[in-house]
C-alpha cells in the first residue's frame, strides 16, 4: 500500500508512529520528545495506580456490590446445603 499524499513522509516506528529520518533532529529535540513520553508515562502509570487501588479494595467493593455478594451467597449456601441433603438421603 503506498503512503497517500496527506501522510508525512519517512519511516514507521515499530508503534506505528511515524518517526523522522536519521539525523534529522537535534539533541534539544530528541530530549523534548523524551522529557514529553516520560510525562505521558507517568500520568497513564498514576491512571493505573489509581485504578488498581480501586479494583482491590475490598471494603468498597463490598459497598459498592453488597446486594450481588448477598445472593451470590445464598446460592452457594442453597447449592452446597442441597448437595449435602441429597448425598445423606442416598446412603
Not at 513522509?9 to 539533541?27: D, E, K, L, M
Not at 489509581?50 to 446486594?67: I, L
Amino acid at each position: 500500500m503506498e503512503a497517500s499524499p496527506q501522510t508525512s513522509p519517512g519511516p514507521v516506528s515499530g508503534n506505528g508512529r511515524r518517526v523522522a529520518p536519521p539525523g534529522s533532529r537535534s539533541a534539544a529535540q530528541i530530549r523534548n520528545d523524551i522529557v514529553r513520553e516520560r510525562e505521558q508515562l507517568a500520568r497513564e502509570v498514576d491512571a493505573l495506580r489509581t485504578r488498581w487501588s480501586e479494583v482491590t479494595d475490598v471494603k468498597r467493593q463490598v459497598r459498592a456490590h453488597g446486594k450481588q455478594l448477598l445472593v451470590g451467597a445464598a446460592v452457594v449456601g442453597l447449592v452446597v446445603g442441597g448437595a449435602i441433603a441429597f448425598g445423606r438421603r442416598r446412603r
